[in-house]
């Protein structure tokens, strides 16, 4: 009789919001999320760590009342928590984007396995390093340690969006852009400077070819400037992924 009673409706309502939850993490987070990671692998993932957090969950009082609502509830947390990380991921993006530019790799674009999206060769090279990175400090372990904490803080289907979310939202949005450019600026200040030289060369030379001369110098000068500031790039990458996921916590519990 206590079985059945565990097994009740009212628990499977809890296993229910709680399996919605943990899927927002497969959907929305970088790594977990992977478009090679085949979807097997992920709902049986899910499964698992449903199972194994599900004695810390519990459910608010009117979760049985509004099903469909806190089912869409739950995964509003997974896209509001894993938007701000993904942010980050794309600032690296477009960095890698203005670096292939102007090296002149703008058209060499690749299959970018984490998005299934074509993208600039250098682009998708920072991508890869920038996952890396991410797993060789254990950020997925961290994000299924904010999950767990979630239940304690946040009940099942008792989780919207605050203003605070939106706000900081919006800042890592804008600091895209700006970080994009920070990061890229070595390689295009070299870049435009190389560009500059080139112009005085062909002034003063007119036999200097530029498409046979100039192109391998900006290629070579643009890869000898990455591989300097390479440990940099990631550097600031990791501090920015590690302040988001610090003020996790603050932002939706």
Known sequence: ?????????????????????ISGLMVFFPFFSHAQIPLSVKTSLTF??????????????????FLVLEILSEAMLGLCAGLLLSIV????????????????FSMATVLDPQTGTNSPIIANFLSLLALLTFIIFDG????????????????????????GVLTYTLKIF??????????????????????????????????????VVGYPIKITIGFVVLIAILAGILKIFTTLILNIINDLPALFF
């Not at 206590?2 to 709680?18: C, H």
């Not at 997925?140 to 969006?161: E, K, M, Q, T």
């Open 140 to 163: 997925h372990h961290l994000l299924i340690y904010f999950y767990a904490n979630s239940l304690n803080s946040v009940p099942l289907g008792d989780f919207y969006p605050r203003v």
């Open 1 to 21: 009789m206590e079985l059945v009673q565990y097994f009740g409706a009212d628990r499977l309502i809890t296993f229910m919001l709680l399996f919605a939850r």
């Open 48 to 65: 698992i760590l449903t199972i194994l957090l599900y004695p810390m969950a519990h459910a608010h009082t009117h979760a049985i009342n």
């Open 174 to 211: 804008t600091n895209l852009f700006v970080f994009g450019f920070v990061l890229a600026f070595p390689i295009i200040a070299l870049s435009l400077l190389s560009d500059v030289i080139f112009g005085m060369l062909m002034k003063t030379m007119p036999q200097f070819n530029l498409l």
């Open 89 to 104: 991921f794309g600032t690296l993006q477009l960095a890698g984007e203005q670096i292939s530019m102007v090296m002149g």
